[in-house]
């Protein structure tokens, strides 16, 4: 076994090690490719042609309203941002970029990192792509802990 061989083995292993051993598919997803709490995940959704949606979004030209996309993003920012997911909530997101449809019979990738985290707070970035194109990305998500009161409302 050469070197580089032995290094991107150990490096695979400590990899693998580090990818929680979590099964459980977050709400909404078809597939969960990777999983590392509190720092990453890729996970995949599929867009079938039979979502009610698409019946009035758009009639002759069905697409996925963005905001279903952001859910998805959202909710695949609670998975890594703690073990429950319903403990987190959405509270605000930057610099959302659209680029292109994504229409039925799409699967859409999407990957999210963590940027920052508090034990109020966790920061991500997000990127939604369709056969390895970016279709939408946010530069910033922030999820607050679900048990922080919302503003205004203290």
Known sequence: MSTATEVSTATELSTATRVSTR????????????????????????????????????????????????????????????????????????????????????????TVEVTGRTQQTTDVRTTARVEGRVVAAARLLTLVSAEKPREGTA
Do not use: Y
């Open 23 to 110: 099964t459980e598919v977050p709400h909404g997803f078809d597939r969960l490719v990777e999983l590392v709490p509190g720092e990453r995940a890729v996970a995949v959704r599929n867009i079938p042609a039979t979502l009610p949606v698409f019946d009035h979004h758009f009639p002759r030209h069905p697409i996925l309203p963005g905001v279903l996309l952001l859910e998805s993003m959202a909710d695949l920012a609670k998975a890594v941002a703690g073990a429950d997911p319903a403990g987190w909530r959405l509270a605000s997101v930057r610099g959302v970029r659209w680029k292109h449809f994504v229409a039925p019979g799409d699967q859409v990738e999407i």
